[in-house]
Nanobody, 113 residues
Framework: QVQFVESGGGLVQPGGSLRLSCATS????????MAWYRQAPGEGREMIAS???????NYADSVKGRFTISRDNDKNMVFLQMDSLKPEDTAVYYC???????WGQGTQVTVSS
C-alpha cells in the first residue's frame, strides 16, 4: 500500500541538480525516521539518506556532500536536494520510512548528456 507520493524526478545533465519531494497525508509520519532509497537497473535497493524527526541526518558515502535530505513536519513532507549529479546516480528514487515498512511508488531520475 503506497503511503507516500514522490515527485521531482526527470532527466538532467551531469553536474545538474534536482529536488525530489515526498508527501503524505498521514501525520503519524511526522515522528518517524524517514529515508530516501534508490534502485538502479539490475541493482538492489539502497538507502542513500535518512533523517530523524528532529532533523539529524545520515548519508551513504556515494552521495555525501552532494545530496541533502530535509523534512517539513508541519507539511508532512520530506525532500532530497541532489546537486552535482553523476550518470551513476541514475535510478528510481523512493521515499520510505527508515524501517522500510512504508513506501512510495518511486520517481525516475536519469542523469545523461
Amino acid at each position: 500500500q503506497v503511503q507516500f507520493v514522490e515527485s521531482g524526478g526527470g532527466l538532467v545533465q551531469p553536474g545538474g541538480s534536482l529536488r525530489l519531494s515526498c508527501a503524505t497525508s498521514r501525520t503519524v509520519f511526522r515522528v518517524l525516521p524517514m529515508a530516501w532509497y534508490r534502485q538502479a537497473p539490475g541493482e538492489g535497493r539502497e538507502m542513500i539518506a535518512s533523517i530523524l524527526s528532529g532533523g539529524d541526518t545520515n548519508y551513504a558515502d556515494s552521495v555525501k556532500g552532494r545530496f541533502t535530505i530535509s523534512r517539513d513536519n508541519d507539511k508532512n513532507m520530506v525532500f532530497l536536494q541532489m546537486d552535482s549529479l553523476k550518470p551513476e546516480d541514475t535510478a528510481v528514487y523512493y521515499c520510505a520510512t527508515a524501517n522500510r515498512v512504508y513506501w512510495g511508488q518511486g520517481t525516475q531520475v536519469t542523469v545523461s548528456s
